[in-house]
Protein backbone atom coordinates (compact mmCIF):
# COMPACT_ATOMS: atom_id res chain seq x y z
CA UNK A 1 0.00 0.00 0.00
CA UNK A 2 3.02 2.47 1.18
CA UNK A 3 4.92 1.43 -2.80
CA UNK A 4 1.39 2.13 -3.99
CA UNK A 5 0.85 5.92 -2.54
CA UNK A 6 4.19 6.88 -3.07
CA UNK A 7 4.24 6.11 -6.69
CA UNK A 8 0.81 8.31 -7.06
CA UNK A 9 2.38 11.07 -5.42
CA UNK A 10 5.66 10.79 -7.62
CA UNK A 11 3.57 10.79 -10.93
CA UNK A 12 1.37 13.66 -9.47
CA UNK A 13 4.97 15.73 -9.16
CA UNK A 14 5.71 14.91 -12.49
CA UNK A 15 2.73 15.96 -14.10
CA UNK A 16 3.18 19.67 -12.12
CA UNK A 17 4.11 22.94 -13.00
CA UNK A 18 7.04 23.80 -10.61
CA UNK A 19 9.21 26.39 -12.48
CA UNK A 20 12.66 27.68 -12.44
CA UNK A 21 13.73 30.17 -14.17
CA UNK A 22 17.89 29.51 -15.52
CA UNK A 23 20.11 32.49 -16.17
CA UNK A 24 21.71 30.92 -19.18
CA UNK A 25 20.04 28.88 -22.13
CA UNK A 26 22.53 25.84 -21.84
CA UNK A 27 20.73 25.41 -18.26
CA UNK A 28 17.18 24.75 -19.69
CA UNK A 29 14.65 22.41 -20.31
CA UNK A 30 12.62 25.08 -22.07
CA UNK A 31 13.38 27.65 -23.98
CA UNK A 32 10.58 30.65 -23.51
CA UNK A 33 9.92 33.52 -25.12
CA UNK A 34 7.53 35.94 -23.49
CA UNK A 35 4.58 37.17 -26.43
CA UNK A 36 2.97 40.63 -25.74
CA UNK A 37 -0.62 39.30 -27.40
CA UNK A 38 -2.48 36.07 -26.51
CA UNK A 39 -2.80 35.13 -30.14
CA UNK A 40 1.05 35.05 -30.78
CA UNK A 41 1.46 32.76 -27.63
CA UNK A 42 1.66 28.63 -27.85
CA UNK A 43 0.58 28.87 -23.88
CA UNK A 44 -1.45 30.96 -21.62
CA UNK A 45 0.38 31.35 -18.40
CA UNK A 46 -1.52 32.21 -15.05
CA UNK A 47 1.47 32.51 -12.42
CA UNK A 48 -0.29 31.03 -8.82
CA UNK A 49 0.58 32.06 -5.62
CA UNK A 50 1.05 28.96 -3.76
CA UNK A 51 2.44 25.73 -5.18
CA UNK A 52 -0.55 23.73 -4.42
CA UNK A 53 -2.17 25.37 -7.01
CA UNK A 54 -0.34 24.43 -10.09
CA UNK A 55 -2.33 22.44 -12.65
CA UNK A 56 -1.51 19.28 -14.60
CA UNK A 57 0.08 21.20 -17.55
CA UNK A 58 -2.36 23.79 -18.12
CA UNK A 59 -0.70 26.90 -17.73
CA UNK A 60 -1.14 27.58 -14.00
CA UNK A 61 2.51 27.94 -13.15
CA UNK A 62 4.31 28.43 -9.78
CA UNK A 63 7.68 30.08 -9.34
CA UNK A 64 9.91 28.07 -7.26
CA UNK A 65 13.40 29.49 -5.92
CA UNK A 66 15.50 26.78 -6.02
CA UNK A 67 16.37 24.35 -9.47
CA UNK A 68 15.90 21.31 -7.27
CA UNK A 69 12.46 21.86 -6.54
CA UNK A 70 11.37 22.67 -10.11
CA UNK A 71 9.41 20.19 -12.58
CA UNK A 72 11.07 22.25 -15.35
CA UNK A 73 13.67 24.88 -15.88
CA UNK A 74 13.24 27.86 -18.72
CA UNK A 75 15.00 29.99 -19.84
CA UNK A 76 13.36 33.50 -21.63
CA UNK A 77 14.79 34.63 -25.04
CA UNK A 78 14.62 37.26 -26.35
CA UNK A 79 13.39 36.67 -29.71
CA UNK A 80 10.58 34.79 -30.54
CA UNK A 81 12.85 32.57 -33.22
CA UNK A 82 14.96 31.57 -30.21
CA UNK A 83 12.31 29.85 -28.18
CA UNK A 84 10.77 26.23 -27.96
CA UNK A 85 7.40 27.39 -27.23
CA UNK A 86 5.86 30.97 -26.58
CA UNK A 87 3.89 32.19 -23.68
CA UNK A 88 1.91 34.96 -22.52
CA UNK A 89 1.01 35.96 -18.85
CA UNK A 90 -2.45 35.68 -18.42
CA UNK A 91 -4.34 38.34 -15.44
CA UNK A 92 -6.56 35.35 -14.83
CA UNK A 93 -6.17 31.54 -13.90
CA UNK A 94 -9.13 30.37 -15.39
CA UNK A 95 -8.30 31.95 -18.94
CA UNK A 96 -4.42 29.40 -18.64
CA UNK A 97 -4.57 27.25 -21.69
CA UNK A 98 -2.89 25.49 -24.50
CA UNK A 99 -3.21 27.22 -27.26
CA UNK A 100 -1.07 25.36 -29.61
CA UNK A 101 -1.30 21.85 -28.35
CA UNK A 102 1.80 20.72 -30.90
CA UNK A 103 3.70 21.77 -28.11
CA UNK A 104 2.37 20.19 -24.97
CA UNK A 105 5.05 17.14 -24.82
CA UNK A 106 7.60 20.62 -24.17
CA UNK A 107 6.01 19.94 -20.56
CA UNK A 108 6.17 16.42 -19.76
Known amino acids: MKRLLSLLFLIGLSFGQKIYSVDYANQ????VFVSDYPNQADLL???VKYANQVGKNNGKWFF???ANQSDKKIYFVKYA???DVKICFVKYSNLAKWQNKEKIHLFY
Open 28 to 31: ADVK
Open 45 to 47: VYK
Open 64 to 66: VKY
Open 81 to 83: NQA
